[in-house]
């Protein structure tokens, strides 16, 4: 960060259905960050430097009501296991898992996403929150259901919870191999799993990440669902995105954060 530089406050996006508790998915506008991290990268593992992952996750810890230290992450594996967070770990430390949960006040869930889903979760009237890193393994391996199941054993009732799939890769930006859609048939769980495949180009498919994440998170019993509906690939202003990046001839990239707390 430049002397002298003004910082514009954290940009974050918010959904109706989540509003009885703090929460935001997180744009890629009001950090401190530069060049390819520009501006309000939250990845550890980024190789941006460590000063400003420092402040940019204190920023967002800030806009949500939390003390950094408090601000929770984990290392995501792209699997199914869920961390229920009961006492805070130092960052860069939490364990290797692709959601969390927690019913402590204070302590606030943040997910990593770079045109994966990230997808927040709580059951307000009990005090439960959750948060999760879905990409299209993670989805078809069942991490949506597991952060479910966490929530239970937490209190939370299946049918009072209420989601929200927030930024991630559209339909129209996200090309995928006929093998993605083999495996995502093969999971099962919810019918008629061609829907989220339009033709592409030969034998390429399009697909409907978030569609396909609310319908796991319907057909487990989730009581209300949202969709915020944003392209991380086509939007550079406001997120970071692999599938940009990759298609840009690669090189570094940020992330940004999805958080979610709860009392």
């Keep these: 960060m430049n002397a002298g530089m003004t910082v514009q406050s954290p940009v974050f996006l918010e959904s109706k259905l989540l509003s009885p508790c703090r929460h935001g998915f997180f744009t890629r506008i009001g950090g401190v960050s530069e060049g390819p991290y520009a501006s309000l990268n939250a990845s550890v593992n980024s190789g941006d430097t460590p000063d400003a992952l420092r402040e940019n996750r204190r920023l967002i810890a800030s806009a949500m009501g939390v003390a950094p230290e408090f601000l929770m992450g984990v290392t995501q594996t792209h699997g199914t296991d869920v961390a229920s967070v009961s006492v805070p770990w130092r960052t860069g430390e939490g364990p290797r898992a692709d959601a969390m949960v927690t019913d402590r006040p204070g302590i606030a869930l943040g997910i990593i996403t770079a045109d ?27 991490i949506l259901e597991s952060a479910v199941v966490a929530m239970q054993a937490l209190g939370a009732r299946r049918g009072d919870i209420v989601a929200a799939v ?31 495949f339009h033709a592409g180009a030969g034998d390429r498919l399009h697909f409907d990440l978030a569609g396909y994440c609310a319908a796991r998170l319907l057909a487990c019993g989730v009581g209300t669902i949202d969709v915020l509906g944003c392209d991380t690939k086509s939007d550079d202003t406001r997120f970071f995105s692999h599938r940009r990046r990759t298609l840009g001839g690669g090189g570094p990239i940020g992330h940004q954060m999805s958080v979610i707390a709860c009392g």
């Design 166 to 196: 927030g930024p991630c890769i559209g339909q129209a930006s996200y090309e995928v191999g006929p093998d993605v859609r083999d495996q995502i048939v093969d999971a099962g769980t919810i019918e008629a799993p061609d829907r989220f």
């Design 116 to 142: 994966c889903g990230p997808v927040l979760l709580a059951d307000p009237a009990r005090g439960v929150v959750g948060a999760a890193h879905a990409g299209w393994r993670g989805a078809a391996a069942g």
